[in-house]
């Protein structure tokens, strides 16, 4: 899953802002009771950024499969064959392999990830002899 720079520009600028409300709180504390934040206050505030950071990443997951699967489903079937064993193998493989685990011929996958690239779905790297076809969605 990537991050795009502009969430990851937003979640600093958060945390900042979460650093300075303690600080501004902290000090309205320590005017009132002339003592600082105890530490379990900081201990369950940093708990709470990990939890909820787990709990978005898990959704985010489950969306990305959702998304996935919708993706699938449009694709023709021999495309479809291709986004599956491309999934199932770390998102990368050579072109070669696909040709070995798909059943198809050389020039059948070759027509394939023509129209993948053309959907934008993989990219093709050239790797001398073969080509690396890398997952886009």
């Known amino acids: 899953m990537e991050v795009s720079p502009r969430r990851l520009a937003v979640a600093i600028a958060l945390i900042?802002?979460?650093?300075?409300?303690?600080a501004i709180v902290n000090?309205?504390?320590?005017e009132e009771e002339d003592s600082a934040?105890?530490?379990i206050v900081y201990?369950?505030?940093f708990l709470s950024l990990v939890i909820g950071g787990i709990i978005i990443?898990?959704?985010q997951w489950k969306i990305s499969k959702m998304q996935m699967t919708r993706?699938?489903?449009?694709?023709?079937?021999?495309e479809r064959l291709l986004v599956t064993l491309l999934l199932e193998n770390g998102n990368s493989m050579e072109q070669n392999k696909l040709v070995a685990l798909s059943g198809f011929n050389r020039v059948k996958i070759s027509r394939l990830v023509s129209a993948l690239?053309?959907?934008?779905?993989?990219?093709?790297t050239d790797l001398g002899n073969t080509n690396l076809i890398v997952l886009d969605i």
């Open 16 to 22: 900042f802002l979460l650093g300075v409300l303690f």
């Open 27 to 30: 000090g309205y504390y320590t």
């Open 37 to 39: 934040l105890p530490i």
């Open 43 to 45: 201990g369950i505030s």
């Open 57 to 59: 990443l898990l959704f």
């Open 71 to 78: 993706v699938l489903k449009v694709l023709p079937s021999e």
């Open 117 to 124: 690239e053309k959907r934008r779905a993989v990219r093709k």
